[in-house]
T-cell receptor
Framework: QKEVEQDPGPLSVPEGAIVSLNCTYS??????FMWYRQYSRKGPELLMY????GNKEDGRFTAQVDKSSKYISLFIRDSQPSDSATYLC???????????FGKGTSLLVTP | DVKVTQSSRYLVKRTGEKVFLECVQD?????MFWYRQDPGLGLRLIYF???????EKGDIPEGYSVSREKKERFSLILESASTNQTSMYLC???????????FGPGTRLLVL
C-alpha cells in the first residue's frame, strides 16, 4: 500500500462551489502536512501547511488534519476558475526530511 | 520571496547523451532536492542533499547522479540518457529543520 493515497480526479465544479480535496495515509508517524497547487506546466507552489491535527484557514482555503483517521482535507470556498490546477498533498514525519507526496487531484472550475 | 531557478524549461536530447540539469536557489537553503514527475506516478524523489558535497539517494536514483559543489547550486546528471528518462524534472529547496519545500518551474526533458 502506498503511504499517501489521493484520488486523481479530474474533479469538475461550477464557479462558486465549495471544493473538498482529500488524502489518506498509512504512516502514523507523519505529523507535518502540506498542500501544494500546481498549474499546468509549472512547478508546485506551497498553499497550506499544518502541523499535527486541527484546522488552519487562509482566506478561501481551509486545511484540516484528522490524525486519528489518517485523513487530511483541503476545502476551497467560493471556487474561482483561477483555482483550476492540480492539488498535491504532502507529508513527512521529521523536520527537513524528504516529503511523501500524493499523486495529485486535478481540479477544473468552470465559469 | 524564495526563488528557485532551473537552467532550462524544455530540453530535447538523444539517447546516450550526457545531460546536465542545473538548479539554483537564492535563499541560502541547506537542503536541495531533485524529483521527477510523471502522469499517474506523481512526484518521485531522485536525490537530495543536506549540505555542500553531501548527497543521499531517494526512491529512484538509478541512472542519475548529482553534484553539489556550492550551497546554492544542485545539479542532476543523466550519465547516458534513455527514453524512459523523458519526464518533468523538478528541483526544490528548504531550510534545515523545516518541512516546507520550494519548487522551481521544472524542466521538461524529452529523450529521443
Amino acid at each position: 500500500q502506498k503511504e499517501v493515497e489521493q484520488d486523481p480526479g479530474p474533479l469538475s465544479v461550477p464557479e462558486g462551489a465549495i471544493v473538498s480535496l482529500n488524502c489518506t495515509y498509512s504512516n502514523s508517524a507523519f505529523q507535518y502536512f502540506m498542500w501544494y497547487r500546481q498549474y499546468s506546466r509549472k512547478g508546485p507552489e506551497l498553499l497550506m501547511y499544518t502541523y499535527s491535527s486541527g484546522n488552519k484557514e487562509d482566506g478561501r482555503f481551509t486545511a484540516q488534519v484528522d490524525k486519528s483517521s489518517k485523513y487530511i482535507s483541503l476545502f476551497i470556498r467560493d471556487s474561482q476558475p483561477s483555482d483550476s490546477a492540480t492539488y498535491l498533498c504532502a507529508m513527512c514525519s521529521n523536520s527537513g526530511y524528504a516529503l511523501n507526496f500524493g499523486k495529485g487531484t486535478s481540479l477544473l472550475v468552470t465559469p | 520571496d524564495v526563488k528557485v531557478t532551473q537552467s532550462s524549461r524544455y530540453l530535447v536530447k538523444r539517447t546516450g547523451e550526457k545531460v546536465f540539469l542545473e538548479c539554483v536557489q537564492d535563499m541560502d537553503h541547506e537542503n536541495m532536492f531533485w524529483y521527477r514527475q510523471d502522469p499517474g506516478l506523481g512526484l518521485r524523489l531522485i536525490y537530495f542533499s543536506y549540505d555542500v558535497k553531501m548527497k543521499e539517494k531517494g526512491d529512484i536514483p538509478e541512472g542519475y547522479s548529482v553534484s553539489r559543489e556550492k550551497k546554492e547550486r544542485f545539479s542532476l546528471i543523466l550519465e547516458s540518457a534513455s527514453t524512459n528518462q523523458t519526464s518533468m524534472y523538478l528541483c526544490a529547496s528548504s531550510f534545515a529543520g523545516e518541512e516546507t519545500q520550494y519548487f522551481g518551474p521544472g524542466t521538461r526533458l524529452l529523450v529521443l
